[in-house]
């Protein structure tokens, strides 16, 4: 039984339309003002449709057959370029993008919902278009007029690939330790040379030229994260005819073989003299990057959750397939294993997740679409600050969650569920590096604690409890003595607790770095139920009082078997970094 | 940097002499009278030097290689057929095996010992001895004097291997569904004939015989587990000439394409009319597959906890070499992670998890020791109900825990992690199959509440719970006021308080599968931290101060850090069923 995908569009429509109030915050944003939740919906709709019936079937296939290094040529799994190519000509690389660039300008809501989709159905082939908007977007904010004219308009449709150079054998969190360097040349150019690793989307066989973007130091640069500079250097250089059919000094050394994402060519790059010119300006190359890094953050967040979700997905269609043991109730003969109050559990487990983290993640990304467009700046930089804030804790908590919902997923199959062919062992496998890559998931953490708690005096994180807090005021009707609505009072008043606690350990390395995965596993928990509390209030709006039902079911989950989870994190925040420092170094 | 391996067996002998009071339990068992710690010790020094110079250098290569059927024959990975002659040829088979069938008749503690260094090392290749024993175990217990003339000495021994073939398409934890069928002969052998999934070490190259023990269902067998009978089926059976050299009517079908344990040939198993001989009565095949799989499944248990030391071991090596980031103490320079608390505590979890894992695994063993040789039937029969309700514990909670602590040592090493070359993914791989063969941890947790639980009217747990209680009244002195036994006492209480509410759901199936995983950490976590308590206790007699220290600091950690969880799962207890089976089954 190979696994199969439902575009949860429906889904993605009612968050849209009845729990985030999309249609009216699109229409005060200039230039946004015509999308709608149908819109959006429809769109969705398209989009859904390729990633299930184009993608979605090369997953499987792709994880057997990897990335081939030939020639010092990489060769892509079957299909991918031809499924590539049909990507760019529908337009979807672009669809957030820049109208001037070719985009479709539509808003990032709509992307990051395209992007659960393309990353639920193969995330191998979602890191083409994802490195390449990421690229783009480093592009647009910090590029020359000359550097844009020529590559912009190329990657936001995506006709031309992106990819990021950062990491080094002994630079990977630390940055600050890279050792690539890049020779000005009379030309204005640079020559880059060195070795990256992990390089995404590093080389392909699409036909396409591909556009790095590499830290890199000067001769005469400072050493640490302030001597480095971004460069972008591109796979082909323009020839004597102008047209890029000349190779850059650049090569695949090797393909690196991972746990997952086989059919993604993670790359070890080197760079021998090739030809790049800087991007924004010297010094400032990881101001730069993390233009690039924060939207790419907040994708791998999302790509946890889809892949959560196509995984949950088929344990549910196995749990009602598969016939194992007997009835509780008394029916007679062997029943679908759903009916099992542990497999019902672990299947609540995912999905308790799954929903609330789509409502989040659309939230956070509304929130960017103001912070884009908005024509108040006070009211751009208080977005700006909440996805700040919720940066770190969808791409730590979505991927740490969404792994763990993908072994549960495959533990609701047995031992069917180790083998290759049923996919489910590929879900746990490429989930696995998203809690990994873009900043570990403690680096997530750390940045929370140490850089976001503290953002403007704490204004923006206040601003969002009390978000939550009115939301829960105005939780009336059944609502008021929902469980939920009791449990989130609770884990609420944990957290913010453990933001005062947080706070007050300002420059405290031990105490934050103790603190970080504890507060943000806390503060993820108290996010994702206030999420159950919107939807919960807005269910009366669906039609299908099934669907309603199914949602009261959720979060009646939620808060009896997750949200007490809050309650450990506060626990162990609460007993600080002393037995965490105790051992000696020497003595692990 | 491949991984490496480090035998510990110092603490080993550690936990023996002064934490579990082996040598004097072992004077009180005929046969094992002179078995001392001591003895235990050079015992595995040897053994442990197998594991890390022969055994663990195949792992990360056995992993690339995997095996192949060719040609109808399994092909194992370069080097297990000769590492697999070595073993056999030290008599590692036979460790605690019965020296009247060439055993060497030591205590299962040791056995288990071994077990953990085999599984750390390579995990597929202790597969083999693995299922071996547990087929001689099977048949010393239920076979006919004839089958064991002739099978058990060569299994024993381990210079035939064997293989447990259970498992079909559709009949997996319920077995009562399997169809493979068996036809009686004139000459008292029968003919079987089905299809089994999932069968380790169902065939291999090393050039012997593999005895098959296989469940199958005679023409007249009613419906359900009753229907079910025990077969011994040899690939070989004698020829004319009255040596093993006739193929039997047994085939490979296909070799599962799998997430880890590549190494180990995982074998779909055609029987076409295969002879065989019934093991112990018509009918009660479970009952004689169950006393195979109980070992088994402490094996299981061992499994995780061998992988999590392998994988912690290689992520303390990587923090401590590893340079990134700045001390929190103002050293100059950039530091080994291991400084950095967030890395710290990734560390400390592994191994506040391994070090009384290992000691409550050797707590189990020397019950199972004292089970089968103590003189007094009463004693046996305590002991045996203590290996009873411990087996699912230590079955479930040390694989989901290790499979947890495998992903952290993964996590501590970043990208570089996510790299095949590294061994740490393959940890993770591995570990995944431990917390689903063998009956997933799902059914190990129903096991438990439905039936360990209540085992003679819970006098089992009781006297368990007591034992628990008299450690914690016992510590005194500086441990009187530690943290770790204020903790205890806390979650001592809800484990009673969550037994009781178990034992008040008997025959409540919901209750009782809402509850089941929950109450297996409950009672795991509680184990976990005796096992530290007592630990600390016995720390005193280390020569070794820093040793103490490390100890101490361990255990502080557990109980700050670790055992907070015991509220979580005790929450979810008492919440109850009423929200895992809200949901309608079409609703999922």
């Not at 804790?393 to 991927?399: P, Y």
């Not at 949200?563 to 037995?579: D, E, K, N």
């Amino acid at each position: 039984m190979p696994s199969t995908y439902q575009p949860p569009v429906a889904t993605m429509r009612f968050l849209l339309e009845h729990v985030l109030d999309f249609d009216a915050q699109m229409a005060a944003l200039p230039g946004l003002e015509e999308v709608t939740s149908e819109l959006a919906a429809e769109v969705l709709t398209m989009a859904g449709r390729m990633c299930a019936e184009r993608l979605a079937p090369l997953n499987l296939p792709g994880d057997a057959a990897g990335t081939q290094l030939v020639d010092g040529q990489v060769v892509t799994a079957p299909g991918f370029a031809d499924a590539y190519a049909e990507f760019v000509e529908a337009g979807w690389p672009g669809l957030a993008g820049d109208p001037e660039y070719g985009g479709q300008g539509l808003p990032r809501t709509v992307q990051i919902m395209l992007d659960e989709m393309v990353s639920a159905a193969n995330l191998s082939f979602g890191l083409f278009p994802g490195l390449t908007r990421g690229a783009a977007e480093a592009l647009a904010a910090h590029g020359s007029n000359d550097l844009k004219a020529t590559y912009l308009g190329k990657l936001v449709t995506g006709e031309w690939c992106g990819a990021m150079a950062l990491t080094e054998a002994s630079a990977g969190t630390d940055l600050g330790l890279l050792r690539t360097r890049a020779e000005p040349r009379e030309d204005g150019s640079y020559a880059v040379t060195g070795t990256k690793i992990f390089i995404s989307s590093g080389d392909q066989d699409f036909g396409n030229n591909i556009v790095h973007l590499v830290l890199a130091r000067l001769p005469d640069a400072p050493a640490g994260v302030k001597g480095i500079s971004l460069f972008l250097v591109p796979k082909f250089l323009p020839g004597a005819a102008g047209a890029f059919d000349e190779r850059n000094a650049m090569s695949v050394g090797a393909l690196e073989h991972k746990m997952g994402i086989h059919a993604q060519p993670t790359c070890v790059m080197n760079y021998d003299g090739a030809t790049g010119w800087l991007v924004g300006e010297a010094g400032r190359g990881l101001n730069a990057m993390f233009t690039m890094m924060n939207a790419e953050r907040l994708f791998v967040g999302i790509q946890g959750l889809g892949l959560a979700d196509a995984a949950t997905q088929n344990a549910v269609a196995y749990a009602r397939e598969r016939l194992q043991g007997r009835a509780s109730d008394g029916r007679p003969g062997t029943v679908p294993i759903i009916a099992h109050a542990d497999v019902r559990k672990m299947l609540l487990s995912c999905r308790a997740f799954v929903e609330p983290a789509r409502a989040l993640a659309a939230w956070t990304a509304i929130r960017m679409d103001v912070s884009d467009h908005h024509p108040d700046a006070q009211v751009r930089a208080a977005a700006a600050a909440d996805v700040a804030l919720l940066t770190p804790v969808i791409k730590a908590a979505f991927t740490d969650f969404g792994f763990e919902t993908t072994v549960q997923a495959q533990q609701v199959f047995g031992g069917h569920g180790y083998i290759h062919e049923a996919g489910m062992e590929q879900f746990v496998r490429d989930a696995r590096i998203t809690q990994i890559y873009e900043g570990t998931n403690g680096v997530q953490a750390m940045d929370l604690v140490s850089r976001k708690v503290t953002l403007d005096g704490g204004a923006p994180l206040r601003s969002y409890l009390a978000a939550i807090t009115v939301d829960l005021d105005r939780a009336d009707g059944e609502l008021a003595g929902h469980e939920l609505v009791i449990a989130m009072r609770r884990a609420l008043t944990m957290l913010e607790e453990a933001s005062d606690t947080v706070a007050a350990a300002a420059g405290e390395a031990d105490a934050l770095g103790a603190a970080a995965t504890e507060y943000l596993n806390l503060f993820a928990l108290v996010s994702l139920g206030w999420m159950w509390v919107r939807i919960l209030k807005a269910a009366p709006a669906l039609e299908d009082a099934r669907l309603q039902d199914t949602y009261k079911a959720l979060a009646g989950y939620y808060a009896a078997y997750v949200l007490p989870r809050a309650a450990l994190h506060a626990a162990r925040i609460a007993a600080g970094p002393a037995t965490v420092m105790a051992l000696d170094e020497a003595l692990f």
